[in-house]
């Protein structure tokens, strides 16, 4: 039990419009203030940093994947994953038939 005294509470998972993570990016990119001082002044994690990334990606000044293709592939992820799903059902759905049909 002395093990958890003084750990923080994890606090609840927060999602932020694409406008507030824009404002974000830009506020981070003017250089008045660092990354780790706009992450605090509006109380984020240097998730932040992440979002800067991705604005890069998006802009073709960084190399990977942008918004919307990472968008299209979840998308996609789980269309395939629910495909997959029925097949299986189908192909227990033959095994069945077929027994009952011999």
Not at 40 to 49: M, S
Request: proline content about 2%.
């Amino acid at each position: 039990m002395m093990e958890h005294m003084g750990k923080k509470k994890p606090r609840p998972r927060r999602s932020f419009t694409r406008e507030f993570k824009a404002e974000i990016v830009e506020l981070c990119r003017r250089g008045d203030r660092s990354i780790g001082q706009v992450a605090k002044d509006f109380d984020l994690t240097e998730t932040a940093v992440d979002w800067i990334r991705q604005a890069e990606v998006d802009t073709g000044r960084r190399d990977g994947l942008t918004s919307s293709e990472r968008e299209e592939l979840a998308v996609l992820r789980r269309e395939n994953r629910r495909l997959r799903e029925d097949v299986d059902i189908l192909k227990r759905a033959t095994a069945f038939f077929a027994k009952e049909t011999r």
